[in-house]
């Protein structure tokens, strides 16, 4: 098993950047394919992003391509997803979640507690 711990969320206005990070404990990172994932009041949630166990592959939701890039330091046991050009309608709870495949949302079986990240108009 691993625990997630996510951080770095917050309130930022619209045009600003974040970088949330998840830390990771337990299992080893390297053991999984990661994801941010976020969930805004009423929403399903949704698969922002994911990376491949090694790093070399990821997707991306079309709402946040060129946008927020998703990154690991598996000797760190951290992902980050770094977020530029924030909109409002990136207003969600973000989580971080580990699994078996990184563009599947079904995959994903571990999460940590999320989040929250605000972007004002």
């Known amino acids: 098993q691993v625990q997630l711990v996510e951080s770095g969320g917050g309130l930022v206005q619209a045009g600003g950047s974040l970088r949330l990070s998840c830390a990771a404990s337990?299992?080893?990172?390297?053991?999984?394919?990661m994801g941010w994932f976020r969930q805004a009041p009423g929403k399903e949630r949704e698969l922002v992003a994911g990376i491949s166990r090694s790093g070399v592959s990821t997707y991306y939701a079309d709402s946040v391509k060129g946008r927020f890039t998703i990154s690991r330091d598996n000797a760190k046991n951290t992902v980050y997803l770094k977020m530029n050009s924030l909109e409002p309608e990136d207003t969600a709870v973000y989580y971080c979640?580990?699994?078996?495949?990184?563009?599947?949302?079904?995959?994903?079986?571990?999460w940590g507690q999320g989040t929250q990240v605000t972007v004002s108009s």
């Open positions: 337990g299992r080893t990172v390297t053991s999984y394919s």
């Open positions: 979640a580990a699994g078996t495949n990184f563009e599947i949302k079904s995959r994903y079986t571990y």
